[in-house]
């Protein structure tokens, strides 16, 4: 079935610094959806793509136009608030299931 | 908008009894979708329905799990003779159901079998 990989599975930053997480996919997505999983378990929907970039505040997302075999997510300025586990997830066609990466567990520390 | 509702938060059962987990969409999303989370298999896609129908239940054990969506405000999942690999965390997620399908996670059912 589809697969998606995502890179890095953890990771610690320092505040202020910027960084980027990775999903690739094994076959074409038409879309890709990113979460942030709080420490309550709680997951929140933080980018919709089915192309382009999207940015809001110090985050931003691509989704590769071209083959449509990967998305990154870039933190800019990383705060200790954007802790937390980040979900990737792409849907194969337009009313299919989203099928998720592993996650990153990202830390950010001061 | 209060979000995805499930109810309850948390559930212990004992092995081989049955278990309902509950899920209120948003008002007005015609896609439901439930998911499962546990450390080892990471989020598993179970079953989803879009205006009530089921349209995919690949993901659902066939034997025990069953799920239901009989008004367009509620979905189900019943788990029968639950055992401990059944224990996870049931997410239920909904989407307006048109080609951009984003999804909304409610809190989740924490479910414990003993």
């Known amino acids: 079935g589809d697969q998606v990989e995502q890179s890095p599975s953890a990771l610690s930053l320092h505040e202020g610094t910027d960084s980027a997480l990775r999903c690739n996919f094994t076959?074409?997505?038409?879309?890709v959806q990113w979460f942030r999983q709080n420490s309550r378990g709680s997951l929140i929907s933080l980018f919709y793509?089915?192309?382009?970039t999207k940015e809001n505040g110090r985050l931003k997302s691509a989704f590769d136009s071209k083959e449509r075999r990967y998305s990154t997510l870039h933190i800019r300025d990383a705060q200790l608030e954007d802790s937390g586990t980040y979900f990737c997830?792409?849907?194969?066609?337009?009313?299919?299931?989203?099928?998720f990466g592993q996650g990153t567990s990202l830390s950010v520390v001061p | 908008n209060a979000g995805v509702i499930q109810t309850p938060r948390h559930k212990v059962t004992g092995k081989g009894q049955e278990a309902t987990l509950w899920c209120e969409p948003i008002?007005?999303?015609?896609?439901v979708f439930w998911y499962r989370q546990t450390i080892v298999q990471g989020l598993e896609f179970l079953t989803y329905?879009?205006?009530?129908?089921?349209?995919?239940d690949s993901g659902m054990p066939k034997e025990r799990f069953s799920a239901q969506m009989p008004n367009q405000s509620h979905s189900t999942l019943k788990i029968q003779s639950t055992q401990p690999q059944d224990s996870a965390v049931y997410l239920c997620?909904?989407?307006?159901?048109?080609?951009?399908?984003?999804?909304?996670f409610g809190a989740g059912t924490r479910l414990s079998v003993l």
């Open positions: 008002s007005g999303h015609s896609a």
């Open positions: 076959t074409t997505m038409r879309s």
């Open positions: 793509l089915a192309s382009g």
């Open positions: 997620a909904s989407s307006l159901g048109d080609s951009q399908n984003t999804l909304y």
């Open positions: 329905f879009r205006n009530q129908a089921p349209i995919d």
């Open positions: 997830a792409a849907a194969s066609s337009s009313f299919s299931k989203l099928v």
